[in-house]
């Protein structure tokens, strides 16, 4: 059996190349022997994130979050007469960026919606870093496949750093399936270095998803019927699901039923009244992404909404109308009784006793009287 000597690739580089976007490239060794075998070469990405596959070509291009640095091998692998031999494996890294700990942004979450013009725009939010300086200034580029851009239309906070941005219009192809949005965030400010923060999104997993339209919903006996049309965006029908808000104003019942199709039929109350509502989202085309809002309410059924709040107004403006009529009605009772029944008045002494002292003269004379008789 023959071996042959296998030599690992030479002149391996890793250069940014874009936004998040490393290329790998190198050369044959000049040394391997050119005989009737096959040459092909191991790639073993490291970090950020673990990948490993064979490739022909001496280059290949990865596209990953750079804000923790880069590493990745790579060696030679050698087929012949159906024996595998492999070379010593290659090494080359590219080193994070520099920047304090801690004022890179976080939380960072972005959302795409599909126009009515079928352009796509973008909407991103993050946190400044626990250690960035109050005069931080953040600044955000979006990329998707080449093209790259710059934000300007920020908001602020407080303290007047850049925490949200917006794109009206993007490069954001709505036909695409599953490519990926580079958000790249740097930053900078008088008392620390910023360190930049990258993060990688799928177009359609960002996606908010448009309410669906025309939303009809009508009673056919003891069965309602709903319809609708789909979400503005250039995918099919069949690339949607919804779900169905249903809640009976009567019993205080509700359900969310998950729905494939555009119309939905279900046997209800008629005697009740319901409330009604429909959202959407991707299904089987591409990734999910955000639900939509909820279509505006529709009412359906005999019995009529009642407001809570009016209900309680009324109850309290009755209550009050019947006490302030019942204190009348006592006070008017109170004015009756005491004209037909008023109370008797003590007579006062006009005359008075002309012999006061006379009466109280013979007063005494009489019990002296009575004393002899009885002595008698």
Known sequence: MLFFQVFPPVNFTLTVSALAQVLLHWKPNPNQEQKNYTIRYDVKILSPVPEEYDTKKTHSIRTVALHNGFSAHIRTLLLHNDLLMRSDWVKEKIPPPPGAPETSVTNLS??????????????????????????????LFYRYETYTEECQDYIKDKWNRNTECRFSVTQIDPEEVDNLVVIHINGSSKYAAIKPFQQLFNQNAIAKVNVPRNVTVFLEQNDL??????????????????????????SGNKQILKISSNDFRLRIDVTSRYSIQIRANHHICCMRGFWSDWSEVIYVGQNKLENPVAWILTVLCVFTCCTFLLVAIICKINQVWSKLFPPIPTPSNKFRDPFPN?????????AGTGGLLLES
């Open 110 to 139: 972005c959302v795409t919606r599909i126009t009515i013009s079928s352009t796509v725009s973008l909407h991103c939010t993050w946190l400044p870093g626990q250690g960035a300086p109050e005069d931080t200034k953040y600044f």
């Open 225 to 250: 019927l709903a319809t609708w049309e789909k979400p503005i965006s250039p995918f099919p029908k069949e690339c949607f699901e919804y779900e169905f808000y249903f809640f009976n104003l009567k």
């Open 358 to 366: 006379d009466y109280e003269a013979d007063s005494s004379a009489w």
